[in-house]
């Protein structure tokens, strides 16, 4: 689900807005109105000076058996992109046409099935891809025994093919401008021909194993990867954006 926040100075969230409440579940709603006041964030800093940040966020919820033998709402992924940021100060994207959907031939279930492809890019100082990496591949669908590992080689094989070509706007400005390269992740969102998408309701998915990245410090690969915007470029250690912290212990 997706919506906007505005954070102050100090780390405390002064509004926020949840992109059309009323399709989310009752349940949803609840949580995310007691959860999101609650939240602390790393105090935003803009040329060293600290600053309201607006963003745009976007956050993943789980439900999770519980012991009591229901289920319980788990926040497993945030991401948060500047909206007021002047884009001179972060990697933003020139040419990002997104790949098709991929041909199964040796499927019975051609066009029948989703996934969520996870790419990291290493972009030089001309804008152009170094390298990538396929980071997780998540089905929207339960495999056959035996297949998750095709699906998902087929599925990153055509989003990696693609992505090579994609072209971005280096900083101009800010401690990101002086790097010799910048790295940014965009999830790839494919879905089924024949599948109802809608907002805010829950959709099984099978998440696949996540890949190291050579060229990314380990504190960088931690945090869980669904809660990012589909289709988005998100820059990866910049400071661009918010940066939650983690509630305390027992919390």
């Known amino acids: 689900m997706e919506g906007t926040i505005l954070v102050g100075p100090e780390g405390k969230a002064l509004d926020y807005q949840l992109r059309d409440p009323d399709a989310l579940p009752e349940?949803?709603?609840?949580?995310?109105?007691?959860?999101?006041?609650?939240?602390?964030?790393?105090?935003?800093?803009?040329?060293?000076?600290?600053?309201?940040l607006h963003n745009r966020m976007s956050l993943h919820l789980k439900?999770?058996?519980h012991a009591d033998g229901g289920m319980r709402l788990q926040l497993h992924g945030t991401s948060f992109l500047p909206t007021q940021v002047p884009a001179d100060y972060d990697l933003t994207p020139d040419r990002l046409a997104l790949p098709a959907y991929p041909s199964v031939p040796w499927s019975p279930v051609?066009?029948?099935?989703?996934?969520?492809?996870?790419?990291?890019?290493?972009?030089?100082?001309?804008?152009?891809?170094?390298?990538?990496?396929?980071?997780?591949?998540?089905?929207?669908?339960?495999?056959?025994?035996?297949?998750?590992?095709?699906?998902?080689?087929h599925f990153a094989r055509g989003t990696?093919?693609?992505?090579?070509?994609?072209?971005?706007?280096?900083p101009t400005k800010g401690e990101a401008a002086a790097e010799s390269h910048w790295s940014v992740r965009v999830p790839v969102q494919y879905t089924a021909v024949d599948e109802e998408v809608r907002y805010g309701q829950w959709h099984a998915y099978v998440p696949g194993p996540r890949r190291a990245v050579p060229w990314l410090p380990a504190e960088e690969q931690r945090a869980p990867l669904e809660g990012m915007a589909a289709s988005h470029a998100h820059p990866v250690g910049q400071g661009g954006g918010l940066k939650l912290r983690p509630p305390p212990e027992g919390g």
Do not use: C, S
Request: charged residues 25%; aromatic residues 12%.
């Open 27 to 52: 349940e949803v709603r609840r949580y995310l109105e007691y959860q999101i006041p609650r939240w602390e964030f790393e105090p935003p800093t803009l040329d060293g000076q600290p600053v309201a």
């Open 63 to 65: 439900a999770v058996p």
């Open 110 to 153: 051609t066009y029948q099935v989703g996934a969520t492809v996870y790419v990291v890019l290493k972009v030089g100082r001309d804008g152009k891809v170094l390298d990538l990496l396929d980071e997780q591949v998540n089905l929207h669908f339960v495999p056959e025994p035996g297949t998750a590992a095709m699906w998902r080689k």
């Open 160 to 170: 990696l093919r693609t992505a090579r070509g994609w072209t971005f706007h280096p």
